[in-house]
């Protein structure tokens, strides 16, 4: 991670408070407010926060000194000084006639390979209508968004029925121990919201049906995480006499036959209302893991000495399996499976990490129809549909404290674009991140907005 000096920092927030201090005296004034939203991005999107080794301490003091300028009550809660770990908590209060609404984003992000991008991953470079830089998917671009929002409800004077929080930790990218875990269990009590606006969910174009549609998907739910390490021992030696039980050629036997094995469909409710809604599921990569069980072949290891010897025949082999499972599904069931799929016992299966249930939340609700009335004033020939997430996210956390959690980022995104998360040449466009701001910081203050009693 990059070395700021104490002054550096200084100068870093100086410029950047100074740069914020441009007019915005209306949230109407939409062209100001996405200027300003793609200024504190590319700021943003320059802190290296990168985990392993998870240091978010510079991300977190350059969201929580926007937000105490802005007059917002803002704290950093620390989970692991020394490695950099610090949440930032920021509330709005409202009247508190109805439940308060959790606006939610991670600092941290998903290393790099340099040698991948055309560009430094972390210098926020504008090029031909994108903004590149590592966290522009995934998600730095929810956090400035949300930043944005609170900001523009305090300076716009919003009567709120509703709290409205902003919360930005740390350690999605890991276990989230550290981060959402932490807070669920040791913070939620100050909390205790309804809803909770997560990532998870993109203007798509390409994702479910022809490119050109666009549909915004609102996560509701997501499929279970299950990690499994596969090992196999045999007969280490010269690569000159190849023993009858070389460890390598086992486990590529074992795994040529999971590769060849197709999960079955299965139409979850959620799927199911999803086709009610569009009518069709085209044959896309994403639609693939939307109807089925998935196993990626993450990490596959086996030889001796660093850099690998090539006459060294190893005595062991191992292999990570990432399966994600729809919800319902029972993880031992389907590991019992995968070992008759396997059917060598020589290759011994455990488990790195376990699934948790996955809960649906509702999407009959009022802060669904708000998103689907905001993204069609902007965007009128687009579809809301919810949505399956297919990976995991901070919500799982919070679905288990009874919130309504949905992810939601209101700006198109192709399918070439979403590829880019956790991959290389990370990017967003331009346009995407503008009409973003607007219509999240719409979402928020009509659902949130105290309106005069007209009785």
């Not at 109805?98 to 991008?117: F, Y």
Request: hydrophobic share 40%; glycine share 8%; proline share 6%.
């Amino acid at each position: 991670m990059k070395k700021y000096s104490k002054w550096g920092v200084a100068l870093v927030l100086f410029i950047t408070l100074s740069l914020f201090s441009l007019p915005i005296s209306m949230a109407e004034d939409w062209q100001s407010v996405a200027d300003t939203t793609v200024q504190l991005f590319i700021k943003y999107l320059s802190i290296d926060t990168t985990n392993p080794p998870g240091n978010v301490s510079e991300a977190a003091e350059f969201l929580h000194q926007m937000l105490q300028k802005e007059g917002i009550s803002s704290e950093l809660i620390w989970t692991d000084k020394k490695t950099g770990r610090v949440n930032v908590l920021a509330r709005l209060e409202g009247n508190g006639d109805k439940p308060p609404l959790l606006m939610l984003n991670h600092m941290d992000t998903v290393p790099v390979d340099r040698s991948g991008w055309s560009v430094d991953p972390f210098k926020g470079i504008k090029n031909n209508g994108y903004i590149y830089g590592r966290g522009a998917l995934d998600m730095k671009n929810f956090g400035i968004v949300q930043l944005m929002s609170m900001i523009l409800l305090k300076r716009n004077n919003v009567p709120l029925e509703r709290d409205v929080f902003f919360l930005a930790v740390a350690d999605e990218e890991t276990s989230g121990a550290l981060g959402s875990g932490w807070i669920a269990k040791n913070k939620w009590q100050d909390i205790e919201a309804e809803y909770v606006l997560d990532e998870g969910g993109f203007g798509t174009q390409g994702f479910f049906v022809d490119k050109d549609k666009l549909i915004f998907s609102v996560g509701v739910a997501e499929k279970q995480v299950l990690w499994l390490k596969l090992q196999v021992e045999g007969t280490s030696g010269h690569g000159s006499m190849p023993p009858p039980e070389n460890a390598n050629f086992i486990l590529a036997q074992a795994m040529n036959r999971v590769a060849l094995h197709q999960t079955p469909i299965q139409i979850t409710p959620v799927v199911k209302e999803m086709k009610r809604r569009l009518g069709v599921l085209d044959d896309t990569p994403y639609n693939n893991a939307l109807l089925r069980n998935t196993i990626s072949l993450t990490v596959l290891k086996g030889y001796v000495g660093n850099p690998p010897k090539s006459n060294v025949i190893p005595g062991k082999a191992e292999a990570v399996l990432d399966c994600r499972l729809l919800p319902g599904q029972n993880s031992d069931d389907f590991v019992k499976q995968l070992e008759k799929i396997i059917d060598d016992p020589r290759v011994k299966l455990e488990y790195i990490e376990r699934p948790v249930e996955s809960i649906v939340s509702p999407y009959e609700t009022e802060l669904f129809q708000v998103i689907e009335t905001e993204t069609k004033a902007l965007f009128p020939n687009s579809e809301t549909v919810p949505t399956l997430v297919i990976y995991g996210t901070d919500s799982r956390f919070y679905r288990r404290r009874g919130a309504s959690c949905y992810g939601f980022f209101p700006g198109p995104v192709s399918m070439e674009e979403y590829r880019t998360i956790h991959g290389n040449d990370e990017r967003i466009r331009e346009s995407s991140l503008r009409s973003a701001v607007r219509i999240y910081y719409n979402v928020v203050k009509s659902f949130c907005e105290s309106m005069p009693n007209t009785r």
